[in-house]
């Protein structure tokens, strides 16, 4: 069974940081692109941020560039987003979410490209 349990959210001030993490358990890791996407009240889910599976490459929305990281270590089969500089329009539930396809050739922000999905943690930015 496979299971992505993400941690680490919490209410922090604007500007403050927090640093999400992921585990993914019952998969191989290393060969699968991992993304965060977020859902704030009464709005789509959307992407966040994604790293490939070597971990080399990265993309992020535009709103999150330059005060959010994605980062991976395949030996712990763990994912995490650092979150810096946050703003309340970053108050969402986070969720983690591991690549449907083995070897990727291209980091994809669709959500119909990644397979399996954790509960969410929520995070919540106050002004």
């Known amino acids: 069974q496979v299971q992505l349990v993400e941690s680490g959210g919490g209410l922090v001030q604007a500007g403050g940081s927090l640093r999400l993490s992921c585990a993914l358990s019952g998969r191989a890791f290393s060969i699968y692109d991992m993304g965060w996407f977020r859902q704030a009240p009464g709005k789509e889910r959307e992407f966040v941020a994604a790293?490939?599976?070597?971990?080399?490459?990265?993309d992020y929305r535009d709103s999150v560039k330059g005060r959010f990281t994605i980062s991976r270590d395949n030996a712990k089969k763990m994912v995490y987003l650092q979150m810096n500089s946050l703003k309340p329009e970053d108050t969402a539930v986070y969720y983690c979410?591991?690549?449907?396809?083995?070897?990727?050739?291209?980091?994809?922000?669709?959500?119909?490209?990644?397979?399996?999905w954790g509960q969410g943690t929520q995070v919540t930015v106050s002004s």
């Open positions: 979410a591991a690549g449907s396809d083995p070897y990727p050739v291209q980091i994809d922000y669709r959500e119909s490209r990644y397979r399996y």
């Open positions: 790293i490939n599976w070597r971990g080399r490459d990265t």
